[in-house]
């Protein structure tokens, strides 16, 4: 008899996961059902595949998605994070296992006490950042606790990049995720971290600015700022006691500084709408942050205003957006200026079908053992393999995808609402992650941590 998984969204991170899926039918004895707001968005193969059925379903039709939730045997959720909560009602209710791979809400939250009541499983943050991450870094952490060490520093870096080969722009970037998510990054408080025992912050005004490098062999030079919170998985990880706590996003070097260009005119602000933005050209736009001057141009006067040299490779990025541009129109209506970015940015980083991306994750852990310190570096490097089969769609969905499994056939039995934090979740996670050519290299450096005999910590 089948067993039917639901899978509420199948926006671009779900190919992975479906063929994921659609592969283990048969085996598994499985029955897909595929609910979307656009089906017709779902590949072919999804359709006409007899262990599959795509249907067409607005999330906030209470009572059908109550009722699809109800003939499942486990929900997964692929919707945008807003979004989970409510099918996780109808879970709760209906007694179905649910597996997302955003952050935990804090409504979400509240639901663990009656998720534990029920028995059910509600794992979350199972993607890769949130999700590999977790995984990756416990494996390593529990083990090095096994064997009587004492953490003193952890760090950990991810980013969504584009390959070696399609890196073809002055930025050495394009958009492999949310556009949005990469425009407002950082906004909305401050940076935080610790750092040999002290507590640093770090302004979203500075943000862009106080950047950390790291090299991966093979793949060069990369930099790194900081996430708004890194202390908040200090409890989870069981690091409450650790000198160094740090995360942060993976960049190619110079990245961090030509953005903060953006930062510091204002255009990341989303918090105003700006009247009349429809048809307003990509010159007027830029303008808009600029002083006043009756003869300057808008060129002379933004590089005044921030202090950038015509022969300042900053001033090649700028002009590769043709922010400068007349002929450009912008499309949104009354848009707010991180909204107009986006639209702006899209033109010219959106992946080209040839293009390929990149995902690269990056691990520091330090401790000490036998009185001694050490030093564990780590790294993740995985290639897409097509516009539609993307690195970042792979290591999201498959984890989900693996996991999924693992909980529908009772390899995965704590209750409550979950991370991927636990030996029972990540050995088999990791371990399946493998044969599709997703794993860690580990090697030993010098102990790059406190240095008691220095001043100025």
Request: net charge negative.
């Amino acid at each position: 008899m089948s067993r039917c998984i639901l899978v509420v969204g199948a926006g671009k991170s779900t190919s992975y996961l479906l063929d994921y899926l659609l592969d283990k039918t048969r085996e598994e004895h499985l029955k897909i059902i595929i609910a979307d707001k656009n089906p017709e968005g779902v590949p072919e193969k999804l359709h006409n595949h007899p262990d599959t059925q795509v249907i067409r379903l607005d999330i906030s039709d209470h009572k059908a998605r109550s009722a699809q939730v109800a003939q499942a045997d486990i929900v997964i959720s692929m919707l945008p994070p807003s979004l989970h909560l409510e099918v996780a009602k109808d879970c709760l209710e209906a007694g179905k296992n649910l597996i997302t791979a955003s952050y935990i809400s804090e409504g979400m939250r509240q639901l663990d006490a009656a998720v534990r009541e029920k028995g059910l499983v509600f794992m979350n943050e199972i993607g890769l950042d949130p999700g590999i991450d977790h995984m990756s870094a416990m494996q390593v952490i529990d083990r090095i606790k096994a064997s009587g060490g004492r953490m003193l520093l952890f760090e950990s870096f991810t980013g969504g990049l584009v390959a070696p080969q399609s890196d073809n722009n002055l930025w050495n970037y394009k958009f492999t995720w949310n556009p949005r998510n990469v425009v407002i990054a950082g906004q909305g408080g401050t940076a935080k971290f610790i750092q040999e025992g002290t507590y640093k912050y770090i302004p979203y005004h500075k943000l862009f600015r106080r950047t950390e490098f790291l090299e991966i062999e093979g793949y060069g030079a990369f930099e790194a700022y900081a996430n708004r919170d890194s202390l908040s998985y200090r409890k989870a990880y069981g690091l409450e006691d650790t000198l160094t706590l740090y995360r942060g996003t993976m960049r190619r070097i110079g990245f961090s500084r030509a953005w903060n260009i953006f930062v510091q005119l204002g255009m990341t602000d989303d918090s105003y709408r700006i009247e009349n933005s429809k048809g307003m050209s990509y010159r007027e736009f830029t303008n808009l942050f600029l002083p006043y001057s009756p003869t300057d141009s808008v060129e002379l006067k933004l590089r005044h205003y921030l202090k950038i040299d015509q022969d300042d490779n900053l001033w090649g990025k700028l002009l590769e957006l043709h922010i400068f541009d007349k002929g450009r129109k912008i499309k949104i209506a009354d848009g707010s200026p991180a909204q107009i970015l986006q639209e702006i940015l899209e033109q010219s980083w959106t992946l080209e079908p040839e293009d390929r991306d990149m995902i690269v994750m990056y691990h520091k852990f330090g401790y000490e053992l036998g009185g001694e310190r050490f030093q564990l570096d780590s790294n993740m490097v995985v290639l897409g393999e097509s516009v539609r089969h993307t690195a970042m769609a792979k290591t999201v969905g498959l984890p989900v995808g693996i996991a999924t499994l693992l909980i529908l056939n009772g390899q995965i039995t704590t209750p409550g609402v979950q991370i991927p934090i636990h030996r029972e979740v990540y050995e088999p996670v990791l371990k399946a992650l493998e044969s599709y050519d997703i794993r860690f290299r580990e090697y030993q450096v010098p102990y790059l941590g406190y240095n008691p005999d220095a001043v100025g910590n």
